[in-house]
T-cell receptor
Framework: DTGVSQDPRHKITKRGQNVTFRCDPISEHNRLYWYRQTLGQGPEFLTYFQNEAQLEKSRLLSDRFSAERPKGSFSTLEIQRTEQGDSAMYLC??????????FGPGTRLTVL | SQQGEEDPQALSIQEGENATMNCSYK?????LQWYRQNSGRGLVHLILIRSNEREKHSGRLRVTLDTSKKSSSLLITASRAADTASYFCATAYIIQGAQKLVFGQGTRLTINP
């Protein structure tokens, strides 16, 4: 399967714990995006990488959130000191040169 | 807000009928994209229409774009039960060289057999 993959698919954690998600984009795509989606809403942009450079961060991305893409390939999104309001689906997408974004299956986070 | 607004929020039709969903936005865009999402799953890219295009087809899908009215529509013809999903429009803006997608709240489409 050469699509975007995300791991884990589901994560249940207790409030205050740290969590880390991984995204593997389509190999030839150098642009990578993270989004958050809550129930009944469309995805909201969190951050964007071109190769290893993080070029933009949404105001939704508080200081507890950090994202990396160390070698311009896979990316990680870490949430520190999780809160119940962080419960959501976290989606990763990579973009081809035709501007189409291809999404992964998402990581569903539940904070108890 | 730059968010697209979709109409209707929910649509229920009989199998074989056509389904039309609309999307409106507020500022100039680079392109507009439509996505489908099955319950609890990731988004599947359906079609991209550029700001200088007016209509695009892909199989049973037809997308129109009216930049003067800042609106787009997605038509699914001869609907099937498998088309049941949420459909999102996403408006694309180029900001500092980066493409940013802003999604609407989606239309929940139910196809009744």
């Amino acid at each position: 399967d050469t699509g975007v993959s995300q791991d884990p698919r589901h994560k249940i954690t207790k409030r205050g714990q740290n969590v880390t998600f991984r995204c593997d984009p389509i190999s030839e795509h150098n642009r990578l995006y993270w989004y958050r989606q809550t129930l009944g809403q469309g995805p909201e942009f969190l951050t964007y990488f071109q190769n290893e450079a993080q070029l933009e961060k949404s105001r939704l991305l508080s200081d507890r959130f950090s994202a990396e893409r160390p070698k311009g390939s896979f990316s990680t999104l870490e949430i520190q000191r999780t809160e119940q309001g962080d419960s959501a689906m976290y989606l990763c997408a990579s973009r081809d040169r035709y501007n189409e974004q291809f999404f992964g299956p998402g990581t569903r986070l539940t904070v108890l | 807000s730059q968010q697209g607004e979709e109409d209707p929020q929910a649509l229920s039709i009989q199998e074989g009928e056509n389904a039309t969903m609309n999307c409106s936005y507020k500022t100039s865009i680079n392109n507009l994209q439509w996505y489908r999402q099955n319950s609890g799953r990731g988004l599947v890219h359906l079609i991209l229409i550029r700001s200088n295009e007016r209509e695009k087809h892909s199989g049973r899908l037809r997308v129109t774009l009216d930049t003067s009215k800042k609106s787009s529509s997605l038509l699914i013809t001869a609907s099937r039960a498998a088309d049941t999903a949420s459909y999102f429009c996403a408006t694309a803006y180029i900001i500092q060289g980066a493409q940013k997608l802003v999604f609407g709240q989606g239309t929940r489409l139910t196809i009744n057999p």
